[in-house]
């Protein structure tokens, strides 16, 4: 990077200052990870958009923050040394003090102290992360300036009420059955209600301290769309539980608004949070969505735009797992070969059906 390319990242970007880190302390920032130097003191150059700061001692979990960076910003942290802990430096100097930090930092007086931004990897975050809004980090209880946590999940794989893990397949408990847990057989209404109630299920009630860690609460994923109507053929119940098009429909219309890039953005955010933090909650939330949208056939159909984006993130996800990633416990069965196996099959039928569709119509019009 020669100086005129320096100047105008200078002049572009913003800063995140982190006054009083100790060396040896890891620190990242997007996909990038430091050992802190005895100078220290943030970093610069930031883009404007979404990122993503994340440090640790190496003596428990990570932790990160999500801010928001625009030409000339300052997001300003201190070290809590009893903590160690990066605070809000509002919460430490008194008004008088940020401001004239800010206008240090603006000045360029502490420029020796502050890293350069991994600009060569902007691209792969931005990738990363387009799907990210506030609604999704909001509605994922890690809002932007929140303390975010690694966590674990609160139950084990395929126990109801774990971290991504649908509760008996999402199903509400029938009221035809009187409450006994048997699935719901009725209207296609009832599906919706239920798909609500299982993405509420999977939330968690966050109290508003800003300043206390919060560990991201995910939609719950569903397993199977509730019961067909009465009478369905056969061939339509056969449907219902291979195929994850329906639910993945209700889903959507029922977590999400009817946007599928918000879903998207959930599955980004969990991504994000496998990879910075080690996040056993991500990596579940992560496992389960992409095994649900990896055996949708007739959505791969009907929303072609929601599938391109998924291959293309779940191509980029790939590229960042780590080395060991199909060797650990957790991922040494190697979900992906069924889930993939699962999309190539899907996406092979519908390129059958695609092509018979016009001669059918020749011969309809016959």
């Not at 300003?76 to 430096?89: H, I, R």
């Not at 999940?153 to 397949?169: K, L, W």
Request: charged share 20%.
């Amino acid at each position: 990077m020669d100086e005129q390319q320096a100047r105008q990242r200078l002049l572009e970007g913003g800063y995140f200052v982190a006054l009083g880190v100790p060396p040896g302390v890891e620190f990242g920032i997007d996909l990038k990870s430091y050992k802190t130097g005895p100078q220290f003191q943030g970093v610069k150059m930031i883009p404007p958009g979404l990122h993503f700061a994340h440090f640790g001692t190496g003596e428990g979990e990570k932790q990160g923050i999500f801010f928001r960076s625009s030409v000339g910003s300052v997001a300003a942290t201190q070290w809590d040394t009893s903590a160690e802990d990066l605070v809000d430096a509002q919460t430490r100097l008194p008004d008088g003090a940020l401001r004239a930090l800010r206008e240090s930092v603006l000045r360029l007086e502490m420029d020796k102290s502050l890293g350069p931004h991994p600009f060569e990897q902007q691209a792969a975050w931005s990738n990363l992360t387009n799907c990210v809004t506030d609604s999704v980090l909001e509605r994922c209880g890690v809002p932007v300036g929140a303390k975010v946590l690694a966590g674990s999940s609160a139950a084990e794989p395929g126990e109801p009420g774990g971290e991504g893990v649908p509760s008996e397949g999402g199903a509400e408990e029938s009221k035809a059955d009187g409450g006994r847990g048997g699935r719901q057989r009725g209207s296609r209404q009832g599906m919706g209600a239920a798909a609500s109630a299982a993405g509420m299920a999977g939330r968690q009630i966050v109290p508003h301290f800003p300043h206390v860690g919060r560990v991201a609460r995910y939609s719950e994923v569903p397993g199977r769309a509730q019961g067909p109507e009465i009478n369905a053929k056969p061939e339509d119940v056969t449907k219902l539980n291979m195929d994850g098009s329906e639910a993945l429909r209700m889903w959507i219309a029922a977590d999400f608004g009817g946007s599928w890039v918000e879903l998207l953005g959930e599955l980004q955010l969990s991504f994000v949070l496998f990879v910075s933090l080690s996040s056993l909650g991500g990596f579940r939330h992560w496992q389960a969505l992409s095994a649900l949208l990896c055996r949708c056939g007739d959505a791969l159909k009907t929303d072609p735009a929601l599938f391109t984006a998924f291959i293309r993130m779940l191509h980029a996800h790939l590229k960042l797992v780590p080395e060991d990633f199909f060797d650990v416990e957790l991922s040494k069965d190697n979900f992906l070969v069924p889930c993939l196996s699962a999309l190539l099959q899907a996406q092979c039928f519908a390129r059958r059906v695609s092509r018979a569709a016009p001669a059918r119509c020749r011969q309809e019009a016959a």
